[in-house]
């Protein structure tokens, strides 16, 4: 699982870079609205994340033969980090933490939070299943 762990955090990163590089063409270079480029560039960096996952990170899918669930079940997961980032965030400001440290707080705790359940619901071995 560490070995998982960290390749997940490595594919993060790279979800996050092609997040970023995608607004900032969005935005700045096609002068798309700010929030039009912020969806677009967070549904390609899920993507990238998704197919980066599947294919490099977890030797497992129990989902392997419903791919569209599999991807639907690994965006609501994204959706939960969102929610969950924008909770601390809120919860962070209600408590006088500095946006710089409730985002830190988020961060962390959304990624491990995230990685556990898309681990738990989405990519560890049941009876009966073979590696993908």
Known sequence: MKKEFLLYA?????????????LYVAAVRLVMPGYLAAALAYAA????HYLLSVRYVFAYRRLASQ?????LVYALTG??????SAGIVYLGGLLGQSLAVSKLAAIVVSFVAIFVTR????FSAS?????A
């Open 45 to 48: 960096g899920l993507v990238a």
């Open 10 to 22: 490595a594919v993060s990163v790279v979800a996050l870079a092609i997040d970023i590089l995608i």
């Open 79 to 84: 959706l939960l980090g969102i929610l969950l």
């Open 67 to 71: 791919r569209r669930t599999e991807v």
């Open 119 to 122: 681990k738990a619901t989405l």
């Open 127 to 131: 009876a009966g299943k073979r590696p």
